[in-house]
């Protein structure tokens, strides 16, 4: 078992390191992305899932350690940003010499990148990696990690909308607007919760039946529709693309009739420009990276020895991160996504720059 490719330096869309994992005994391959340790060490999520092929899996990785570079910065953490991907079918490859095999290789990396929770991998894989590895947050309450990271994500992304809502109609709540919410997986659920709770309707849709089920027992009020397209196309007030990326593309943004866009999936811009074409139609777009970074916050207060009241209110503070950023896109005239990222970027530089100040 051994690391094929590790690549410092890579200049591969900016990473400062790529690293390759095969153990042909358990099937494993994955790619562990490291964008910046500019704060700190890298944390981000291991997604497991069936990749058509190597290109699509690196791509992926490589797009999402970019973006937990950004959301660490802009959720106020010490952390760097990095990623992993386990490529294959979590249903059917998915074994504990294979999740003990991974945490090897995330051990091999002492310390310069953190794993937790994606899509495809949960709280007791992370319990089964660790056993390999120190450098896993996300664990269970069992032994003493933060547990399920989507219920901070939710109630992040719920501040993000809230703030979207003060700048666009000047009141922090939803109560009274027609809120359709993209999946009711792991943040969905939630998020459709906390809305319900502000006096919101909700309207929602899932390719799974299971989660279909799920909101019919336990919020019937929920109005379920038949895909997304036919949500999109729907009378409602906010957006809220909670499944897998690239929910905003060149075909659902000219579709969309809402006036906001504040969801928890991740890299929901399928393309450069998109944010662009979002503002011309008037749609108030708050940077995914921004709101759903609940969740990191809450596995990065794991590191520190967790507490959920201190990691529920640093996720509270996204209302305010989220209006600071509206307010800057509006005074210099861009788009949301790019004041972000403007933020983001000082952000590294000037904390980054400390690291250059010896310590004796």
């Keep these: 078992m051994g690391v094929f490719v590790s690549s410092d330096g890579t200049d591969a869309a900016g990473h400062e390191q790529v690293v390759f994992c095969q153990d042909r005994h358990t099937g494993l391959k994955a790619i562990i992305g490291i964008y910046s340790t500019a704060l700190g060490p890298a944390l981000g999520g291991t997604r497991f899932y069936p990749y058509e092929n190597e290109e699509a899996a690196l791509a992926d990785v490589l797009n999402l350690s970019r973006g937990m570079a950004y959301k660490n910065a802009l959720a106020g953490l010490d952390l760097g940003g990095g990623k992993a991907v386990i490529w294959g079918d979590p249903n059917q490859i998915k074994t504990e010499g294979l999740l003990r095999a991974y945490g090897r290789f995330v051990e091999s990396l002492r310390g310069r990148y953190y794993t937790a929770c994606d899509v495809g991998t949960y709280v007791p894989d992370m319990d089964v990696i660790a056993r390999e590895t120190s450098y896993v947050t996300g664990r269970s309450l069992e032994y003493g990690g933060a547990g399920d990271s989507s219920i901070l994500t939710a109630w ?178 861009v788009p949301p996504a790019v004041a972000a990222d403007r933020l983001a970027e000082r952000r590294m530089a000037e904390v980054g720059r400390l690291r250059s100040i010896f310590l004796s």
């Design 156 to 333: 992040g992304v719920f501040q993000g909308m809230r703030a979207a809502a003060e700048h666009t109609w000047g009141t922090p709540t939803l109560a009274g607007r027609r809120v359709g919410i993209a999946g009711l997986g792991k943040v969905g659920k939630y998020l459709a919760g906390h809305l319900i709770e502000d006096g919101a309707s909700v309207v929602a849709t899932d390719v799974n039946e299971a989660a279909i089920e799920w909101a019919r027992t336990t919020y019937p009020q929920i109005d379920l529709v038949a895909d997304t397209q036919t949500l999109i196309t729907s009378d409602i007030d906010v957006y809220a693309p909670c499944a897998l990326g690239g929910a905003l593309n060149d075909d659902t943004v000219p579709a969309l009739r809402a006036k906001i866009v504040t969801g928890g999936a991740n890299n929901q811009l399928a393309h450069s420009g998109i944010e662009k074409l979002l503002e011309e139609r008037g749609i108030l777009y708050t940077p995914d990276y921004v709101v759903n970074a609940g969740g990191v916050i809450q596995v990065a207060d794991e590191i520190e020895g967790f507490n959920f009241e201190r990691a529920k209110l640093r996720a509270t503070r996204i209302f305010a991160t989220t209006g600071e950023i509206l307010r800057l896109a509006e005074n210099e005239g």
